[in-house]
Structure formats: C-alpha cells, structure tokens
C-alpha cells in the first residue's frame, strides 16, 4: 500500500535559519504529492502541492520539488520566521479503485526561536 | 466560499451520552472525510463519502461510530454511547473529484468525554 515517511520532530531553529523538512514516499502509480500546515488550534491548510514529476509547488517561501527518482517530496524555505511555528504535514493522493485514496504522513513539528 | 464548516468548535460531554459533529462541506466538493487526530495516534481517516455515498468506513473504531451525508452540503458524525477514549479532536475535510487540488479541512470539534 501507499505510505509517507516523514522526518521525526519537533525541529527547532532559529528565526531566518534555513528549514528542511524530509518526506518520501512509495506508491503502485502516479501520485499529486502535498504539504499541509497546521497551526495552533486549527484545521489543517493546504500550503503547496505537485502532481506530477519535476514539478515544484511554492507558496509563502516555502518550496517542495516532487522526486520520482527518489520517491521525495522534501519542503524547504530559505529564511524561517516565528510564524512558521507549527506541524507540518506530507501527503499523498492516488486514485485507486476508481477512488481517491489520501495518505498522510505522521507530522513534523517546526519551532522558531526568535 | 466560507470553507469547510463545522460544529460545535467545543464539546464537552459526560461519558454514555450522545454526541453528534456536523459539518457543512464546501459547494461543488464531492468528497468529504471525517478525521480523527490524537497525540497518541496523530491523524486518523474514519470515513470518507463520495457523491454523498459512504465509499469506505474501516477505519470507523467501532459500531459506536455512525456518520451520514443526507445531502450535499451537510454530514454528521455521530457517537453513541461516548467514551472517554473519544477524547480527540474530529476535522472534516472536502475536496472535488480529482483530488488533484489538494484537501480544505475545517477549523475541527474538540471533543471531550468525561
């Protein structure tokens, strides 16, 4: 079956530092591959997606290039803010039976430091 | 659109008796999922619904568990008798037919069982 894989947290850096944040993957075919964020006391939000091979999804500095080659997804943003503090969640969508099947990765949990 | 949205925000329940979460999907989604996220068990998928039919309810805990979509703009999330273990909080999601696009979830219903 489908699975993702994401680092384990929490990950702690300072305001402005670099972030990465690993994911990967194994799927039968074709997956849309996303990340989630989740802040304090809220519902999970859609931050970036890919749906196919070689595409980046970017939104608000952040950026993920989907990886067939190497089944990744990884997030990155070059210059982190306090704001940024929250779970971060990898996923994947598959059709699969004539339905789409949505597999979500266990969460990262990001904290900056001022 | 409003979003995803659900009620109550907050639950507070003694144990044996009857909850019930609603949720209000976004106009022109055809899937909608009910979640379940706990520190211990992170983000669990209890049932999914597709064109307002029930496609896939295994992750349901237990008969305990009953949802319904009666139509398209409205699901419920129903446990009867509640326990304390319910404890969690419940977030519906919506996303049209591909999935491609990615999820919107709800602001979720914290509930707790006493």
């Known amino acids: 079956g489908n699975s993702v894989t994401q680092m384990e947290g929490p990950v702690t850096l300072s305001e402005e530092a670099f972030l990465t944040i690993n994911c990967t993957y194994t799927a039968t075919g074709y997956p849309s591959l996303f990340w989630y964020v989740q802040y304090p006391g809220e519902g999970l939000q859609l931050l970036l997606k890919?749906?196919?091979?070689?595409d980046k999804g970017s939104n608000k500095g952040f950026e993920a290039t989907y990886r067939k080659e190497t089944t990744s997804f990884h997030l990155e943003k070059g210059s982190v803010q306090v704001s940024d503090s929250a779970v971060y969640f990898c996923?994947?969508?598959?059709?699969?039976?004539?339905?789409?099947?949505?597999?979500f990765g266990t969460g990262t949990k990001l904290q900056v430091i001022p | 659109d409003a979003g995803v949205i659900q009620s109550p925000r907050h639950e507070v329940t003694e144990m044996g008796q009857e909850v019930t979460l609603r949720c209000k999907p976004i106009?022109?989604?055809?899937?909608l999922f009910w979640y379940r996220q706990t520190m211990m068990r992170g983000l669990e998928l209890l049932i999914y619904f597709n064109n307002n039919v029930p496609i896939d309810d295994s992750g349901m805990p237990e008969d305990r568990f009953s949802a319904k979509m009666p139509n398209a703009s409205f699901s419920t999330l129903k446990i009867q008798p509640s326990e304390p273990r319910d404890s969690a909080v419940y977030f519906c999601a919506s996303s049209l037919r591909q999935g491609q696009g990615g999820y919107t979830f709800g602001s979720g219903t914290r509930l707790t069982v006493v």
């Open positions: 106009s022109g989604h055809d899937y």
């Open positions: 890919a749906t196919k091979a070689d």
């Open positions: 996923a994947l969508s598959e059709h699969s039976g004539g339905y789409q099947k949505v597999t």
